[in-house]
């Protein structure tokens, strides 16, 4: 059976959570899937200026945390998804410095955006990189994700999560463009949510440091925040099954987790959920509670 590779949240912000689970992964790789291995691991540091999806908050070291993804063999994804930059914005320092440290290391690492600006300066001065067409540009047509797979810029397209229900068109796709799709697995957002575009606008002024009002979700639910059990209800929402009984034969190998915002414990969860046999996952959830090191929450 072909693999699945996983793309998984929190580069910056859940590095403790993976230097102990990546150590765990490779010495019980009993313990998990042998189906499944991971992809990347993507994030950005706290107050990134090119940063977007999420506002960040991970504090980890950069030179720590690409050490821990060389040593392991795992590609680094920075996620720059900052939909508003300008040409005044491409010289940021830190940002610059992040991109001089990734671009070159023992595996192939990759950047995620939905800048034209961001992607055509990347592509001049760290030509190292691999890109990543992110969600945050809300596909939400069909016809906008096919246009999107041609572009050869792009190794990998994240379609807005709502298109995961196109199965028979996705199905349909040539196999050049189905290696190319990278599902969203488990958003929580309001499938019905008509303000996607607005909300990933809002943080990535924010993270520019423009004045703006909160943007205030209008999802039924919004007071709950996220919930991996409401994730599972979610009509975009795409299981354990479905990637082993149709996505995988179907010929989709990639599948992205979120969960950069959320706390380490509930992304352990995921990584349970999504990786780990059931009946190994007490003790991996024990491997990783009972390190003193760790605070996962």
């Known amino acids: ?8 949240p929190g580069l910056f912000e859940f590095y403790e959570l993976y230097r102990v689970f990546l150590p765990l992964f490779r010495s019980h790789r009993e313990y998990f899937y042998d189906w499944c291995e991971i992809g ?23 030179a720590d945390v690409a050490a821990l993804m060389g040593e392991y063999g795992i590609s680094a994804r920075l996620t720059f998804s900052n939909s508003l ?9 830190r940002c610059n410095a992040l991109c001089a440290l990734f671009e070159k290391g023992p595996v192939s690492n990759g950047v995620i955006l939905s800048s034209e600006v961001l992607l055509d300066y990347l592509r001049r001065e760290y030509p190292g990189f691999y ?30 999560f709502r298109l995961n229900r196109e199965r028979e068109r996705l199905l349909a796709l040539p196999e050049k463009q189905k290696k190319k799709v990278e599902f969203l697995c488990n958003e929580c ?8 575009r607005a909300c990933y606008e809002n943080v990535s ?11 205030i979700c209008a999802s039924p639910t919004a007071g ?18 479905d990637i082993r009984d149709v996505y995988l034969p179907g010929g989709f190998s990639h599948f ?18 999504y990786m780990t046999r059931p009946e190994c996952q007490l003790k991996v959830r024990e491997a990783i509670y009972l390190d003193s090191a760790l605070d996962l929450f």
């Open 85 to 93: 930059l300008r040409p005044e914005h491409l010289s940021d320092r």
């Open 205 to 215: 002024r924010k993270n520019l440091g423009e004045p703006c009002e909160d943007h």
């Open 40 to 62: 990347s691991v993507y994030g950005a540091p706290g107050d990134c200026l090119w940063g977007g999806g999420r506002v960040g908050f991970g504090d980890a070291r950069p």
């Open 256 to 273: 992205k987790i979120e969960g950069r915002s959320l706390g380490s414990a509930v992304v352990l969860e995921c990584l349970l959920y």
């Open 189 to 196: 957002c309001w499938f019905g949510c008509p303000d996607r």
């Open 1 to 8: 059976m072909p693999g699945v590779c996983y793309h998984l």
């Open 131 to 160: 890109f990543v067409s992110s969600t945050t540009k809300v596909l939400r047509e069909f016809e906008q994700l096919q246009a999107e797979l041609d572009r050869p810029e792009f190794r990998y397209v994240v379609p807005d």
């Open 224 to 241: 709950r925040g996220y919930r991996f059990s409401d994730a599972m209800e979610n009509p975009g929402f795409i299981g354990v099954g």
